[in-house]
């Protein structure tokens, strides 16, 4: 099968529209039926499968980079009568248990990365629901600020998944029904189970949509709001958007090369190293520099091509179950870069919501992380974060003999107190240190400096610090003793020992929902040959076994 | 099979002691291998089945009632060289998947139940481990306020299920390390992955326990920690206890019947109908009084019948998916009861957190739970409290004609603001009326009055009103409609809308670790023919799949 692929762009786009206008964007969605990743199934009625949520991933993200000017996005339906019909059915039916979590793991991602686009870029997302708006659907909706349902009799916000499928609505749904929307829970357990869903004011009564507008208004009223959202952005008005270009990438067997990031396949150890490079100059010497180097920017490129990478070894290699981060290259010039990335500039916030969005998609994979620091590596503010990103980490304990590369250090920049935020509202140094806070403010007077094992082992922010002598033996033990564990109870343990700390919606939707949906993913009520999931469409009933468990 | 019984006492017990030493108790587990649920396998090593773990609560309850004075518990081995093994593998390798999810479930709230005692009860515990404390044994430890661990070379701790059997620390294990001792993530990953485990001073430095003690002074040490944590108590030093005397069921067929609480099966429609009946009498004069009732004290004798009807439909009614509950007998006769439940006094303290635990047990359990409150019904104060722990409720508007009940009503209490927190930190109104949080200051205006169900519904208390006319057709779909749904899905749509709000340590280990622990223990890796948890201990390795999902 070939590789799933996560790059696209609008010219390519088969599902979905921009349509700007002015400060507004409209986001259309209009699925091809025949535009899905398999020829198996079918798109109808706006449902989706991964192939849609690329697209619609992508889009997302240029509104941010490359329309400055739009400040406020309104998602709606290109199709009569549907606003979107959640995702495809047929599509999870034959899906691999592992494609439907990862499928799930991704249109989450989306879908917080448009509340992120709200919350930290000035871009508000209206949902314009016409039409009947089921499952998946309304989940996109929800992801919206406002939420705006035409009142025609026949438009209905819907979460059918446990009346028709015995599973759960897994993007979100359930979490953002009772945390976001904060629906009364026993009107959101009626309204979970009711297939028809609701509409009308019932709707906006029990909180499931803001607003419900009469027909003959609908474009107007649809309008108005967008503008009353746009103004309350704080994006620039004048500013001219970077042009995310297309994402060069060489596979060849078991290599992946981009410019900066580098994957190399051990299939039969189940290892993959991850090299990220700084950059190959000094920063630029102002913000608008930086904006002239357009996608070229260090950071950007950065962001983009460890996202992908991420996200191909998530889709295309189950077979490796550990990941190394190396890095290369010099640490002042990742400094350098950082500071820009600090400056008060539309760009430079962009660039490092996105870095964080990207190290967020680490946290929630499923696959250990061991960070290398060796003589030579470039464990640097924003590199560095890739050590507290990491399950594990292993430094090298001063140069190596017959060696002329300077000695393994840690390096920790400004980047590393506040500019990416994990899941749970902490960086990742106060995570790291909940038992010992002031830990944390105690590591800014290290800022810039180069820490050697040692001083690195003594502040606390490597696991473990080995003499040169004994790091292959080392390094081959610890890498054959985690090859011989359950993937699976990896997985469990991994996805627990990473979000210490409080829970935030974004949480409890990767660790409670998920972790639900999964197991029931695996239940034959679901799944099996009479299962739900199965037997949908076929006209035939699915036969459950009844035990409560 | 015989039904699990959950009701035990002292005088029973195969596998704990309990030894007084004035505010000193010693809880020494010393398990009868051969006292085990089943005969298919021996609890060596101290390690547990849910016979040893049913009665570890018996006696933390019981420290609680029957032991005002003592203030301080010590956890303790009664055998040489192991503290606890945790759960019996072979006993978790021949258990159905349901068996395992209930047992994890209540071994949970067992170790919360410890936990309670301390932050609520004045009752500090610690554990003294001595000898080998692994995967479960090492769980219980981390229950306990403070942990000593020996330093003689060979008493360590561990969570060695990952590596050794392929699943979770399914007893909080992970969260605990994470959020209570706040271990560092990384070190919890390598930890966790150890076999073996740590001991000594580095047990100290990575913050697994408190502190590690010379051999020699062992004894001394852990008696003068236990007075130092005494000290700290406030419970009273003259109190008398209160007797849990055995309590009282008789079973016959589809009834279970106890004094207050009564239990109708109807396994074919997959209904219970769980009745709970106010007090007889009105409540005693005093809390002198109340105390001079002993276990008869209607709210405890409530609690205890109650918790004991739950957990016996968990472990023996597997096919019983929705629970009805109904209410009977004199709203002024609850609240009286409740007032005294509010005093300031050793014993009303205990009584209340006693019924916040099994209203607990409620939102954690696995079945549908609807409240009718119908003509007759008494849902006043603590009884109230069933209502807002359903998923639904049903409310019949008005009388019945030719019936001389009083009309359906409701009736809150000061119970209902405070007494029962859920896991979530926040009452059950609270949590209730996230979205309008004002609302539940206005519904203090509203105590001891009857409430019926117009004014119920305007005031968001109830799911639904019903005409009496319609009353048996639109239960009887709300039945069936249930009924015919996946029970899986609504096991985890139920997890998720039952805690919106805030998350604390005990909702991640129910929502995060526990549904994590669930997929695992569904997955070929754990529970297959060569799966690591059915091949345990039988010399064979076992051979995962290394895909990773």
């Not at 309104?74 to 009569?80: A, E, P, R, Y």
């Not at 008060?344 to 992380?369: A, C, G, P, Q």
């Not at 060796?374 to 560095?384: H, K, V, W």
């Not at 060696?403 to 393994?408: L, M, R, T």
Request: proline share 4%.
């Amino acid at each position: 099968m070939e590789p799933i692929d996560f790059r696209t762009e609008p010219g390519r786009y088969r599902h979905w529209r921009i349509e700007i206008d002015g400060e507004v964007a409209f986001l259309v969605m209009d699925v091809d039926p025949a535009g899905g990743l398999s020829a198996d199934y079918e798109l109808k009625l706006n449902s989706y499968d991964l192939a849609v949520d690329i697209e619609l991933n992508d889009a997302v993200q240029r509104l941010r980079f490359e329309h400055p000017q739009v400040r406020a996005v309104v998602l709606k339906s290109g199709k009569d009568n549907v606003f979107c019909a959640g995702a495809n059915i047929r599509m999870l039916g034959k899906a691999t248990h592992g494609h439907k979590v990862n499928f799930c793991k991704y249109t989450n991602e989306t879908r917080l990365a448009i509340e992120d686009a709200c919350a930290n870029s000035g871009q508000a997302y209206l949902a314009a629901v016409r039409g009947s708006c089921a499952g998946g659907g309304y989940e996109l909706a929800l992801a919206a600020d406002h939420i705006m349902l035409v009142d025609d009799r026949r438009s209905t916000v819907s979460l059918p998944e446990t009346p028709l499928l015995g599973v759960l609505p897994g993007t979100g749904g359930l979490t953002r029904v009772t945390d976001k929307r904060k629906v009364r829970r026993d009107r959101a357990d009626v309204f979970c189970s009711t297939e028809e869903g609701l509409r009308g004011v019932k709707a906006v009564e029990w909180r499931l949509v803001d607003e419900v507008v009469p027909n003959s208004k609908w474009d107007e009223a649809v309008k108005t709001k967008a503008h009353a959202l746009a103004a309350r952005s704080d994006r620039p008005l004048d500013a001219k958007g970077i042009k995310l270009t297309p994402l060069a990438r060489r596979m060849n067997g078991d290599a992946v090369a981009y410019s900066h990031v580098g994957l190399d396949l051990d299939r039969a150890r189940g290892i993959a190293t991850l090299t990220a490079r700084g950059p190959s100059n000094a920063a630029p010497a102002s913000v608008a520099a930086a904006h002239a180097q357009g996608a070229g920017f260090w950071p950007l490129a950065l962001a983009r091509e460890l996202e992908d990478a991420i996200l191909h070894l998530r889709a295309n290699e189950p077979a490796i179950g550990l990941v190394i981060f190396r890095t290369e290259g010099d640490a002042h010039g990742v400094l350098g870069h950082d500071a820009l990335l600090g400056e008060n500039d539309w760009l430079m916030r962009e660039v490092r919501h996105y870095l964080k969005r990207v190290l967020k998609r680490i946290d929630v994979t499923s696959r250990s992380f061991v960070a290398l620091i060796e003589p030579g590596t470039c464990f640097a503010g924003t590199l560095a974060e890739l050590v507290f990103a990491a399950d594990r980490s292993l430094m090298l304990i001063g140069a190596r003999d017959g060696d002329n590369k300077p000695p393994a250090a840690v390096t920790l920049g400004e980047a590393n107190f506040g500019f990416y935020p994990m899941g749970n509202g902490l960086t990742r140094l106060e995570t790291r240190f909940l038992g010992d806070p002031p830990c944390v403010e105690g590591l800014r007077a290290k800022v810039g400096a180069p820490l050697q094992a040692d001083e690195a082992d003594a502040l606390g922010l490597v696991t473990g610090t080995v003499e040169s002598y004994d790091w292959d033996d080392e390094l081959r033990v610890m890498l054959e003793e985690r090859a011989s564990f359950s993937p699976d109870a990896l997985t469990g343990m991994e996805a627990n020992l990473r979000f210490a700390g409080p829970e935030t919606m974004e949480t409890k939707i990767f660790g409670r929902l998920t972790a639900w949906q999964n197991w029931i993913f695996q239940r034959p009520n679901a799944v099996g040959a009479q299962g739900a999931l199965k037997l949908y469409g076929s006209g035939v009933q699915a036969t459950f076994d009844k035990e409560r468990v």
